[in-house]
């Protein structure tokens, strides 16, 4: 799904900027300035975004001094049993705008938030939705591979590979597609679209994936609890699926210390 991949706005009385626009012509603002913005600016234009099955809006925003784009998503969908055009089937299935709120608040206490759109709840057009600050990109993931691009420094490249590979395991991620990854012209990794995370699965989907690790993001992994994860998601996320979270969290712990164990910590972690 394309939920962020669109033009940026920036500036009362610039005109739109493409894809590919400058990072220069981000707003130098912190995360509560920009939440502050996505809460209270009014909304002056609107476009629904062909792509994605969830069909997302663009929004323009506007407070008067400054206008941003930011992507609306209020998809809030619970079905106990979805059968998918490839033949498997999925019970207590969600697809739900909350998890990318709930992403974004996780992503921060894992150490993780630089590679997450500030993201709040807001409601608009009498929904209540996920509306999360637009991202100057050059490529999603699928673009990159298609043109054949590859980045200048493939070390660092693949740090942010690793980092967002153990967020997918943590999260449970079922619609890990490539448009779902943002890259900007410095080449900065962007995570967008978690709505169908969040699964209540306490085993990892893809623990091969799991080949090195950032020890900052091991640290925090060890310090998660239980308690600032109700916290910084109530309302968005259920008793079950917390649980699922803190056993996938255990399980990838584990998992990197015993790949420690068998290859040394230089081998692993980075």
Same mark, same amino acid.
């Given at each position: 799904?394309?939920?962020?991949?669109?033009?940026?706005?920036?500036?009362?009385?610039?005109?739109?900027?493409?894809?590919?626009?400058?990072?220069?012509?981000?707003? #130098?603002?912190? *995360? *509560?300035? +920009?939440?502050?913005?996505?809460?209270?600016?009014?909304?002056?234009?609107?476009?629904?975004?062909?792509?994605?099955?969830?069909?997302? =809006?663009?929004?323009?925003?506007?407070?008067?001094?400054?206008?941003?784009?930011?992507?609306?998503?209020?998809?809030?969908?619970? &079905? /106990?049993?979805?059968?998918?055009?490839?033949?498997?089937?999925?019970?207590?299935?969600?697809?739900?705008?909350?998890?990318?709120?709930?992403?974004?608040?996780?992503?921060?206490? %894992?150490?993780?938030?630089?590679?997450?759109?500030?993201?709040?709840?807001? &409601?608009? #057009?009498? #929904?209540?939705?996920?509306?999360?600050?637009?991202?100057? =990109?050059? =490529?999603?993931?699928?673009?990159? %591979?298609?043109?054949?691009? !590859?980045?200048?420094?493939?070390?660092?490249?693949?740090?942010?590979?690793?980092?967002?590979?153990?967020?997918?395991?943590?999260?449970?991620?079922?619609?890990?597609?490539? /448009?779902?990854?943002?890259?900007? *012209?410095?080449?900065?990794? =962007?995570?967008?679209?978690?709505?169908?995370?969040?699964?209540?699965? !306490?085993? @990892?989907? #893809?623990?091969?994936?799991?080949?090195?690790?950032?020890? !900052?993001?091991?640290? +925090?992994?060890?310090?998660?609890? %239980? /308690?600032?994860?109700?916290?910084? /998601?109530?309302?968005? @996320?259920?008793?079950?699926?917390?649980?699922? %979270?803190?056993?996938?969290?255990?399980?990838?712990?584990?998992?990197?210390?015993?790949?420690?164990?068998? +290859?040394?910590?230089?081998?692993?972690?980075?």
């Amino acid at each position: 799904m394309l939920a962020l991949a669109a033009a940026l706005f920036w500036g009362a009385t610039t005109s739109i900027i493409a894809q590919n626009g400058s990072l220069k012509d981000e707003p #130098n603002l912190t *995360e *509560e300035q +920009k939440k502050e913005f996505l809460h209270t600016a009014r909304v002056v234009g609107s476009k629904q975004l062909g792509k994605g099955i969830t069909h997302p =809006w663009r929004l323009t925003l506007s407070d008067g001094a400054l206008t941003h784009d930011a992507a609306f998503q209020s998809v809030d969908e619970h &079905k /106990t049993s979805m059968e998918f055009a490839h033949g498997t089937t999925e019970l207590n299935f969600k697809d739900s705008y909350r998890f990318n709120i709930a992403a974004y608040e996780l992503a921060k206490l %894992v150490g993780l938030g630089d590679m997450m759109p500030v993201t709040v709840e807001r &409601k608009w #057009n009498g #929904n209540s939705g996920a509306l999360a600050w637009w991202i100057p =990109w050059k =490529w999603d993931e699928g673009m990159r %591979v298609k043109e054949g691009v !590859h980045p200048p420094d493939l070390d660092a490249w693949n740090k942010q590979m690793y980092r967002k590979r153990v967020f997918a395991q943590l999260v449970y991620d079922t619609d890990p597609n490539l /448009t779902n990854l943002l890259i900007t *012209e410095d080449w900065k990794i =962007w995570m967008i679209d978690f709505t169908r995370a969040f699964r209540l699965q !306490h085993d @990892l989907q #893809n623990p091969e994936d799991l080949v090195m690790c950032d020890r !900052h993001l091991l640290e +925090k992994l060890r310090q998660l609890n %239980v /308690t600032e994860v109700q916290e910084k /998601t109530a309302g968005h @996320l259920t008793k079950g699926e917390i649980q699922g %979270v803190m056993a996938r969290r255990d399980k990838i712990v584990k998992h990197f210390e015993t790949l420690v164990a068998q +290859k040394g910590e230089g081998a692993v972690l980075y």
